[in-house]
């Protein structure tokens, strides 16, 4: 019988030597840009350069994936940013300009397009995050704002847009949610990282001195805010 890995087991494992090893003589990662992990201890890297989705079973080293370059509902072009729940895998799709939804087997179900109108289009998703109650947050590059959409794909309410009084993003990159009440983005043009709530208001600026360019983010589950700077 397999046991699900802890957090902990899971963090050094995809740190340890002799996985990078094994993982590098099966595939190779051309240019990844996001890494999470599931319940079950699966991990799932997205391969911006391959414009892939992959999901890799450490223990026997299984490796299954998605994707290749294209506009159908199994293809990306350029895909940024993943979020990982219970059952379902969301994309960041950012040249076709939607979130791509994948089942925990890699089947695709179905895609959230920009059909909506003003202020609730967006234009290269950059950035993807669900909550525990399924609402669903888009960091946009267009207007470098949030749109936040409820379980059932409608928009609710959108923030932090370079037009923005308070909480303006000026290059945003990544979204994370703290599974409670909050938001954080990365912003390494203001060389922070932009707090709100979940609906949308402006908290704080997270600074300080060795914090420079921030990109990601991870919000652990120790309840610690991990920044990549």
Not at 18 to 42: C, P
Request: hydrophobic residues 40%.
């Amino acid at each position: 019988l397999l046991t699900p890995l802890t957090a902990k087991d899971r963090f050094e494992l995809i740190y340890d030597h002799s996985f990078e090893t094994r993982l590098a003589s099966i595939v190779k990662l051309e240019s990844s840009s996001a890494i999470a992990s599931d319940i079950q201890g699966l991990i799932y890297i997205v391969d911006r350069g391959r414009h892939q989705l992959l999901q890799f079973h450490p223990d026997s080293m299984a490796i299954f994936s998605v994707g290749g370059f294209g506009q159908s509902l199994e293809e990306f072009d350029d895909p940024r940013d993943l979020s990982v729940t219970t059952l379902d895998v969301f994309v960041a799709d950012y040249n076709n300009s939607r979130i791509s939804r994948f089942d925990r087997e890699l089947n695709a179900l179905s895609e959230l397009r920009s059909i909506q109108d003003p202020p609730f289009d967006f234009d290269r998703a950059l950035s993807v995050a669900v909550s525990s109650q399924l609402d669903l947050f888009i960091l946009e590059d267009g207007s470098k704002k949030i749109i936040k959409f409820d379980r059932f794909s409608s928009p609710t309410v959108t923030f932090g847009g370079i037009f923005e009084t308070y909480g303006q993003l000026l290059d945003p990159q990544q979204i994370e949610l703290d599974g409670k009440s909050r938001l954080f983005v990365s912003d390494p043009a203001q060389g922070a990282i932009v707090v709100f709530d979940y609906l949308g208001n402006y908290v704080r600026n997270l600074e300080h001195p060795d914090l420079t360019q921030p990109k990601a983010l991870h919000w652990s589950n120790d309840k610690m805010l991990f920044a990549a700077d």
